[in-house]
């Protein structure tokens, strides 16, 4: 089975989504509240550092060995590269969400829209999606910049795995 991309007929539905999200995204950062670090998010802080600085806490019990964290180390070097730019963490997580934000509503947007709904509920609903809500054990959408943690990152790219399996993988069955 090959993959082709044919493109759309007219791309000013796409392009007047992008600028209605990115109004969106810059709307919801400027009413995100000042951030404060979780605890989850010091607990990254910490394996950050020792990571930068191995002879930190050699004598704390839990984080004397964090070889056990090693997965989250593409994020905090994201984050470290991030600080540099923005001048702190507090500043890097509250820009991750207007990030985060765009490209999961603009994703879901895709999503919707390919499946041959109106551009209006397309947006509407792909706004919709982004709401902050407790799922089972868990959290589903953005979250403001307090709750920012690696899995709210790799979040955004859910929209377009459905939308590849929408597209190419349901057409196999």
Same mark, same amino acid.
């Given at each position: ?12 539905? =796409?392009? &007047?989504?992008?600028?209605? /999200? ?8 400027? $009413? ?6 979780? *605890?989850?998010?010091? *607990? =990254?802080?910490? /394996? @950050? $550092? ?5 002879? $930190? ?5 839990? %984080?004397?060995? &964090?070889?056990?964290?090693r *997965? #989250? ?10 600080? @540099? +730019? &923005? ?6 997580y ?10 999961? &509503? ?5 999503? !919707?829209?390919?499946?041959g709904? +109106?551009l209006?509920? +397309? /947006?509407?609903?792909? %706004? $919709? ?9 868990? #959290? ?10 690696? @899995?709210? !990152? ?6 377009y !795995?459905?939308? !590849?399996? #929408? ?7």
């Open positions: 089975m090959s993959i082709t991309f044919s493109p759309p007929a007219s791309w000013a539905p =796409y392009a &007047t989504a992008a600028a209605v /999200i990115f109004a969106g995204a810059l709307f919801v950062n400027a $009413l995100a509240v000042p951030n404060m670090l979780s *605890h989850d998010q010091l *607990h =990254y802080e910490v /394996i @950050r $550092l020792k990571v930068q600085q191995p002879d $930190l806490f050699i004598r704390d019990p839990l %984080f004397a060995d &964090t070889s056990y964290q *997965h #989250y180390i593409p994020f905090l070097d994201l984050l470290a590269r991030v600080n @540099r +730019s &923005t001048g702190g963490s507090e500043n890097s509250r820009l991750f969400v207007p990030l985060a934000f765009f490209v999961f &509503t603009f994703g879901m947007f895709l999503f !919707l829209y390919a499946q709904i +109106s209006a509920i +397309s /947006i509407g609903v792909a %706004f $919709l999606s982004t709401v902050f809500i407790r799922v089972l054990m868990d #959290y589903f959408g953005i979250p403001g910049p307090s709750d920012i943690v690696p @899995r709210f !990152l790799a979040l955004p790219l859910y929209p !795995l459905f939308l !590849l399996f #929408y597209r190419y993988a349901a057409r196999a069955w």
